[in-house]
């Protein structure tokens, strides 16, 4: 364990009053006492479903050594002997203590946000930075009002590089994060249509993503796709909130940061780049054009940051996709393997694209084919049927010969498909999960995408436990 905070300058950046001695030394902030370590303060954050401070007991039984508590549930309390830190909010006393620990900060920070590709970018930051200094990130998919102020929170003083997720469902959700985080440089990786059942255009999206801006350090950065159509938009944002250092990566020849050769395989990609001036050679140990993008937005950063970008590009070799994000697994069929990439974390329309594109470019075993098993992505409101309907396109291009579908907005895509393709189509996850044990075979490369809320992490879950996966990240045999 290591000294993340000292009780008295935690209760001083919370602006609470301490009952009790505080610890010497606090080792983690903790919400989640599933989670929680010995040595961490556990704030009682109160949400929309749940108290925390339902569950002070059970965090001085996980070792806590400090609760933060709101005065008004503190005469509940009062049974317990652990040091507490008093305080009127305590999601608002996580959001100060995470503001004191970027005030005290010397680490170079980065913030990532964007309609597809934050979480994966923002791993590739975290693992590709290692290798020049000490790292701070997200956990998980920590983005929201309050992920990143415990991300914040979280923030060792020693810290070289530090990268935040900042995500929104609606707009003025990414302006007070950005605010507490003030980024050195600020991402946006894509604008895509995620969301768009609560904004009217892509415009709007762009808008409300285009807030990160706001919050970059005075000599900062605005790092954005360069191949995205708003670009335009995007760069005059950026100039709006008077940000000086406005930057692209990607193809388009007026990139800063731009790619200049690809060659891409079934397990990973070759590329060439020009990065501040020099030519960068690398390869990446995950597939796909869209990784390809991710990885221009992060050699960009770090060359911002001031990191060593040949180091850092090294360290792309090695990277790794993270489980319900590309990652693959070569499981164990009787008759031979079959190659499994799991995308079931999340869904829109730029990121089904790319997890088909996956599906084309995969290497099949032999006698293998390609199964596409899709499911909703939510959240598009009154745009979700035409946006199904467009999927057509890209399944055939990506050759698929099996299309297994779930979700009432996937029966469209069924009917469009059935003419010329092998469709099966079920109302749920569960219902298609049996169809899906039953037609896979050896040989086959199935990908599984859908947005999270429609449960397709259960498919990838069936698929490993009906054949136990032979390895992870591997190429097919």
Do not use: C
Not at 232 to 250: E, H, Q, R, T, Y
Not at 377 to 398: F, I, K, N, Q, T
Not at 435 to 464: R, T
């Amino acid at each position: 364990m290591s000294h993340l905070w000292g009780g008295e300058e935690l209760v001083r950046a919370t602006g609470g009053r301490a009952i009790g001695n505080p610890p010497a030394s606090v080792t983690g902030i903790s919400i989640d006492t599933r989670t929680l370590q010995p040595g961490d303060a556990f704030f009682a954050i109160k949400g929309d479903a749940m108290d925390g401070h339902d569950f002070a007991t059970a965090a001085v039984k996980a070792g806590a050594s400090v609760l933060v508590v709101a005065e008004a549930r503190l005469p509940g309390l009062g049974r317990l002997t652990v040091p507490m830190i008093v305080v009127p909010d305590v999601l608002r006393a996580l959001e100060k203590a995470g503001v004191a620990a970027r005030a005290r900060s010397r680490a170079k920070i980065i913030a990532v946000t964007g309609s597809a590709g934050k979480t994966t970018t923002k791993e590739a930051l975290r693992h590709m930075l290692s290798a020049v200094g000490k790292v701070h990130a997200s956990d998980k998919s920590f983005n929201n009002h309050w992920g990143v102020p415990l991300t914040l929170a979280r923030l060792p003083a020693d810290a070289d590089y530090a990268v935040f997720e900042i995500g929104m469902n609606h707009e003025n959700e990414i302006r007070p994060l950005v605010r507490m985080v003030r980024p050195h440089v600020a991402i946006v990786t894509l604008i895509a249509a995620a969301h768009l059942g609560h904004f009217a255009s892509l415009d709007d999206i762009a808008r409300a993503k285009a807030e990160i801006f706001e919050g970059i350090e005075p000599d900062g950065a605005a790092l954005i796709n360069r191949d995205d159509e708003r670009w335009p938009l995007l760069s005059k944002l950026a100039k709006a909130a008077s940000v000086d250092s406005i930057l692209g990566f990607g193809e388009n020849e007026a990139a800063d940061y731009r790619l200049t050769n690809l060659s891409m395989h079934a397990d990973h990609s070759l590329m060439a780049a020009k990065i501040g001036g020099i030519e960068i050679a690398a390869k990446i140990g995950v597939p796909g054009r869209h990784v390809v993008q991710n990885a221009l937005a992060v050699l960009g950063a770090a060359h911002l940051a001031g990191a060593d970008v040949a180091k850092v590009a090294e360290a792309l070799a090695d990277l790794s996709a993270e489980a319900g994000r590309g990652k693959r697994h070569v499981l164990n069929h009787p008759e031979g393997a079959i190659t499994l990439i799991d995308e079931s974390y999340n869904a829109n329309p730029a990121s089904m694209r790319a997890a088909l594109a996956l599906l084309k470019d995969a290497e099949l075993g032999k006698g293998g084919r390609r199964v596409a098993v899709l499911g909703d992505m939510l959240e598009l409101g009154d745009h979700a049927a035409g946006l199904h309907a467009e999927l057509a396109e890209p399944v055939r291009a990506a050759g698929a010969d099996l299309v297994l579908l779930a979700g009432p907005h996937m029966a469209g895509l069924a009917e469009q498909l059935r003419a010329d393709m092998a469709v099966t189509y079920r109302e749920t996850a569960d219902q298609l999960r049996p169809v899906l044990l039953d037609v896979v075979g050896a040989g086959d490369v199935v990908v599984v995408k859908s947005s999270k809320g429609v449960g397709f992490s259960k498919l990838v879950d069936a698929l490993i436990k009906q054949f136990p996966a032979a390895s992870s990240d591997a190429a097919p045999g």
